[in-house]
């Protein structure tokens, strides 16, 4: 029943449709309804909204994709894309080649060690 909830709508037709609900709620409800009503709607919205906040922060440390762009490191003309070490991505090809070639005389021996 909820596999496609929310619905894949378009965003304006998303919000068109909150905006005739809430005009349907309106004219049946008096003012203290209405805000109990809304204040109820916004702290459900809020806890969504936390609670997906939290979830993306951990799968973010998780996949160590938690950038500070603000931190001291990043004011100091350090790159958000280096190690820690400040080896950036494409300095580090030559100990993947060294590691590359390591694995290659490793599978060598142990071919001829089967041919012995």
Do not use: C
């Not at 965003?11 to 805000?35: H, K, M, R, T």
């Not at 100091?76 to 400040?86: E, L, R």
Request: aromatic fraction near 6%; charged fraction near 20%.
């Amino acid at each position: 029943m909820f596999d496609e909830f929310p619905p894949s709508l378009h965003p304006l037709s998303y919000n068109l449709l909150a905006v005739a609900i809430a005009i349907i709620l309106v004219g049946d409800l008096n003012a203290n309804e209405q805000n109990s009503l809304g204040n109820w709607l916004l702290l459900v919205g809020q806890y969504l909204a936390t609670n997906a906040a939290q979830q993306q922060l951990i799968e973010s440390r998780i996949e160590n994709t938690n950038i500070n762009i603000n931190s001291k490191k990043s004011k100091n003309g350090g790159s958000p894309y280096t190690t820690p070490n400040d080896k950036s991505n494409q300095n580090q090809r030559d100990e993947v080649d060294f590691l590359i070639n390591a694995l290659q005389k490793m599978q060598q021996e142990l071919e001829n060690m089967k041919k012995d």
